[in-house]
């Protein structure tokens, strides 16, 4: 199974390697949005050809929260997972929205909150998707760790093949957490210009 995997692309479009699944980690929003935004957003997933397509929202995409009850008819072309499980072609994921607190933005909760609604992951779970990083790993701001230890324990706990993340444009690239491998795939850096790929992950 093939997995292309996006984060962070605010509004823009960018090249998406084929794949049997796309799965974009959040922040589709450029600031914090319009239902027209995500009406752009729904336009590009059509013209791609993976079978496949999941998106997760980040702290940028409130208006999805807004919209909860339509956001499947308005987001017809993909799978809006928030905090919870599909299994495609035997490969079940989890998506997760949420990343820690700061500023005034969306799907954003504390350690401890965080931590109750991972324990719903269940363990042999193939991939979570997760807007925010886990600590210590693709999640670097400055020099401080600014990921979730939350996130961090559940990965040890589940012991996924992939954790797939953005929110943290500075951590683009691959790292792992005690094996269990890590990709952000944050398509803007960290001055808010488009400039890094998306990833492929074979499972």
């Known amino acids: 199974m093939l997995i292309a995997h996006i984060s962070d692309t605010h509004g823009s479009k960018c090249e998406i390697p084929d794949a049997d699944i796309l799965i974009h980690t959040g922040d589709i929003i450029p600031g914090r949005g319009y239902l027209q935004d995500l009406h752009k957003f729904e336009a590009w997933m059509k013209e791609l050809p993976h079978k496949h397509k999941i998106f997760v929202p980040g702290n ?16 017809s072309s993909v799978h809006v997972l928030i905090d919870e499980l599909i299994v495609i072609e035997g490969v079940s994921i989890w998506g997760t929205p949420w990343s820690l607190p700061f500023s005034n933005w969306y799907f954003m909760k504390n350690e401890w909150q965080l931590q109750e609604l991972y324990s719903k992951i269940p363990e042999g779970t193939h991939i979570i998707a997760s807007h925010g990083p886990p600590h210590g790993t693709c999640d670097l701001v400055e020099g401080i760790n600014v990921g979730s230890l ?6 040890l706990r589940v012991y996924p093949k992939a954790v797939l993340c953005g929110h943290i444009h500075e951590g683009y690239g691959k790292d792992y957490v005690h094996g269990v491998p890590v990709y952000n795939s944050s398509h803007f850096n960290e001055v808010y210009a488009p400039a890094n790929n998306a990833q492929l992950i074979e499972i």
Not at 65 to 71: C, D, K, M, P
Not at 150 to 155: G, M, N, P, Q, V
Request: charged residues 25%; proline residues 0%; hydrophobic residues 45%.
């Open 60 to 75: 940028h995409d409130g208006i999805v929260g807004l919209f909860r009850n339509e956001i499947k008819g308005i987001l």
């Open 150 to 155: 939350a996130l961090r324990e559940t990965i």
